[in-house]
């Protein structure tokens, strides 16, 4: 069976369905599927739906959910390309799917079904869709920005995420209504491994990083497609530390006994899954993830709040507690409602009342910086906002930003020509590449002015390894495979810039002369703002495809 071909996958996900759910701790066991096409299996599905229970789609439905709905996937790498508005709602709706195939493909095999059936496992298979569903639910806005530059890490968003599956009440609801026993089995999956999900959920080749790699390829405007790759389960013979042993060759020690098991792929699957680690690390280093410019672009997030925070102001109130309730409470203390009540409608709501207003130029030209341009941004607007449905019912403060925004289209204003500006973000910024030279002046331009990225690529971490069989049958994980395409235990990449902006030079007491000196000395920012155009198939904007952005807000009704 190969998904892709069919004209209608529904009934084979009704069957897998009505079995999965034919059990007796379900209340609730009919099955009325819902669905919905997703963008990116449209170029590779004949049948592009994605399909839901009512059971797990209420899930979906819940407050805690359609919040991604207005949190950005990529976040300022829309400035690359206005094509990149894709949220974290559609994202974590592929993951569901992506584990939904990987369960009907498995449903084919008759040892997978008894095993779960002799195992009593369908309420763990349920609970696993649901939490892979629900695996970005923590996202503060603009995704892994505001943790990065608020906490300075990339897993807070895990922390929070989990207690709003596990604590949210709205959740917990829609868990006891498929079964009183499932809050109780989603909190086991947190706590241990079942039935190695951790391989195919967070690791090197996983349902979350196949998804978004296909979806924000295509929306990058280059589609790609990483098709579902099957795999069988072996039982292997163990070390001391419970890991695979290995044999004078490296394969790995199988033993007919599947009480310690790992999760193989076929030898042909072996430069499938090498590609997929290649476009990856493409996608990190010269696309999407941590090219220069996106790293830029986002720290100016952390350097607004950081001035921000310094001095009073009559604006931008409800950000100034938000962003202090945050950094002053414990990850796991924080009030869930607090994080449930701000995305990326909310955030850039706050961020234009300051760019607009606030008493120092320096910080409204820095909050200014933090907006997208104005075609991403737009099109950011149109898609979260759903500006295409003229009946569509907005928030208060959904109508105040679209009213702004409509002036900032007219205005003539210092902020609408800003905005309007293409140039505006890179003119204000200093790339520095020649900063360590020994005959560097500090008293010039402190360091402690500068902001540094200093990250490192892993297109593979042998922590997580990938086992895959050889031509002659043996099993070995990806590192050690005779066939590998390259060495990946050292494949990895150091990116590195230093860079400033001009109106934090300012704030910080540097005078227009001295800003002057550094700027015609060490500024290389011309490259790294002028990415190199790429060629795309595809443009999903849907402000320039058949509609003019002008025509479409005139016609807001607010």
Known sequence: MKLEDLNSKEEIFREFFTWLFDDSRIKNKEIHLEKEIDISLSPYYLDPNIYFPKQINNFFK???????????????????????????????????????????????????K???????????????????????????????????????????HEVVGKRIMLEDSEIKHVLNEISPELPNTLKDLYEKNVWNFHEHDESNYDVDRLDYLQRDNIYWGTPIHLPHLNYETVGVQTDETNNPKRNADGSIAVSDCLDNSIDVYDFKNLHDIEDFLILREDGYKNKIYMVPYCHIRESTIGILFKEFLKKPSKFGNELRNYITKIQNIKIDELDLNLILEWDDIKLYSQILEIAENHEDKNIRQLATMCIPKLSGFLNTLYSFLNLKEKNNQYSESEKKLLKKVKQLIYGNDELSQNLKNPNFIRDNTLFLENVYDKNFDENLLNKNLLLRQNSKICAYNPNNPIYIKSSNGEIYDLAHHPERK?????????????????????????????????????????????????????NMQPLQVGNSFKKVFDELEL
């Open 62 to 112: 819940t407050r805690a959910m359609q919040r991604l709905g207005k949190v950005s996937q990529v976040s300022l790498a829309i400035d690359l390309h206005p094509n990149l508005y894709q949220n974290r709602l559609e994202h974590s709706k592929g993951v569901y799917y992506r584990k939904l195939e990987e369960m009907v493909y498995n449903f084919q095999n008759s040892e997978w």
């Open 486 to 538: 390259c060495d990946w235990n050292t494949r990895t990449t150091t990116v590195q810039n230093i860079y400033t902006y001009i109106p934090y030079l300012k704030c910080c007491g540097l005078s227009e002369d001295k800003i002057t000196t550094i700027k015609n000395m060490f500024n290389k920012s011309g490259q790294q703002f002028n990415p190199t155009p790429h060629n795309y198939t595809i």
């Open 114 to 156: 008894e095993k779960v059936e002799k195992d009593n496992l369908k309420l763990i298979l349920i609970a696993e869709l649901i939490k892979m569903a629900g695996h970005d639910i923590g996202h503060f806005p603009l995704s892994h920005v505001m943790e990065e530059q608020l906490y300075n890490s990339h897993g807070a």
